[in-house]
């Protein structure tokens, strides 16, 4: 009788061969292995029956770059990874949504000058406030809240990669947390 690895591996060999049913077995036999991985990150039946899924597509692609050094290893190196990633995109778009983006284009014809006199001087004192921000901090910042630019022009603007200026954005989030209070503002 041949022991559980050697299956794996002929079963994978079957796999590249074109054999479905072969992944089928792969799916049921280690589907509760992938969904335990997946939901220990999301901690979220729904999100993780469905990363689940995803992670599957995602052997069966990667499948080719297997170099048959442990299955069960690699898939869950797959698992882990993709439900990282889903958590970091659900929280940046989270935050994202939360977000205030100050602007005059949210100005109406019924605000008053007064009102609108009010928005200008807050826009002033974040423009005195992001001077304190660290300096690799302050292009992004003021590129993105005050300029409204996006991503990539942000990137373009300063030759990196737009993973950069998500980075430093939320980087500078979290230094203007701890060191800004709303009174600050007021």
């Given at each position: 009788?041949k022991?559980?690895?050697?299956?794996?591996?002929?079963?994978?060999?079957?796999?590249?061969?074109?054999?479905?049913?072969?992944?089928?077995?792969?799916i049921?036999?280690?589907?509760?292995?992938?969904?335990?991985?997946?939901y220990?990150?999301l901690?979220?039946?729904?999100?993780?029956e469905?990363?689940?899924?995803?992670?599957?597509?995602k052997?069966y692609?990667?499948l080719?770059?297997?170099?048959?050094?442990?299955?069960?290893?690699?898939?869950?190196?797959?698992?882990?990874?993709?439900?990282?990633?889903?958590?970091?995109?659900?929280?940046?778009?989270?935050?994202?949504?939360?977000?205030?983006q100050?602007?005059?284009?949210?100005?109406?014809?019924?605000?008053?000058v007064?009102?609108?006199?009010?928005?200008?001087?807050?826009?002033?004192?974040?423009l005195?406030?992001?001077?304190?921000?660290?300096?690799?901090?302050r292009?992004?910042?003021?590129?993105?809240?005050?300029?409204?630019?996006?991503?990539?022009?942000?990137?373009?603007?300063?030759?990196?990669?737009?993973?950069?200026?998500?980075?430093?954005?939320?980087?500078?989030?979290?230094?203007?947390?701890?060191?800004?209070?709303?009174?600050?503002?007021?």
């Amino acid at each position: 009788m041949k022991g559980g690895r050697e299956v794996t591996d002929e079963l994978v060999e079957k796999v590249r061969g074109g054999n479905d049913h072969a992944f089928r077995i792969l799916i049921e036999t280690y589907k509760e292995t992938i969904f335990r991985n997946v939901y220990s990150v999301l901690r979220n039946q729904k999100d993780a029956e469905d990363a689940t899924q995803e992670v599957f597509i995602k052997i069966y692609t990667s499948l080719p770059q297997y170099k048959n050094q442990g299955f069960k290893t690699w898939i869950t190196r797959i698992a882990v990874n993709h439900a990282i990633d889903l958590k970091r995109k659900r929280e940046r778009q989270k935050e994202e949504s939360h977000e205030v983006q100050p602007s005059e284009a949210h100005l109406g014809l019924s605000d008053d000058v007064e009102a609108v006199f009010f928005r200008n001087e807050k826009q002033k004192q974040v423009l005195r406030k992001l001077n304190d921000l660290p300096e690799g901090y302050r292009d992004v910042v003021y590129g993105y809240y005050i300029q409204e630019k996006t991503f990539q022009q942000i990137a373009e603007e300063q030759q990196i990669q737009v993973k950069s200026v998500e980075v430093k954005l939320y980087r500078a989030r979290n230094w203007m947390r701890k060191h800004w209070k709303e009174e600050d503002f007021s």
